[in-house]
């Protein structure tokens, strides 16, 4: 399946989901202009992944994915995206796809780590949270 990468902008976090490494990151600052242009090819793509690899993916008891934030600092916008991403990765999961998040935050930030704690209470999905 064809790896989806975008490059990062000012405004716009770098995403790369290469399936045959098992990672999905996002990593920068999320203030795209429109919220909806942006993250809609993403959410696509993660239906694509799961229509054409998901379900062989899952004969191999090994398998399993990396959802990676690296954000710095994103909008209100983009919360509604990342719940979005994180219930598809809570559906995967119920699929018997093993799946492992890392939310990257600042010694200091508090405020990010919280995010990150609050995200995976609504998604009600276990977060590993890593200081950088």
Sequence with gaps: MESFIR????????????????????????LPENVIDFYTP?????????DEYLEPALTDSNEHLNL???????????????????????RFMEKGLAVTIEWFYEKDDEHL????????ELTEIPFNYIES
Excluded: C, Q
């Design 7 to 30: 490059d990062a902008s000012t405004y716009t976090p770098a995403i790369h989901f290469t399936p045959a490494l098992k990672v999905f990151e996002l990593k920068g600052v999320s």
């Design 42 to 50: 993403v959410l696509e793509w993660l239906d694509k992944f799961e």
């Design 113 to 120: 780590l919280d995010s990150g704690k609050e995200l995976s």
């Design 68 to 90: 990676v934030f690296k954000l710095s600092y994103y909008n209100s916008g983009t919360i509604r995206y990342l719940i979005a991403i994180l219930n598809k990765m809570k």
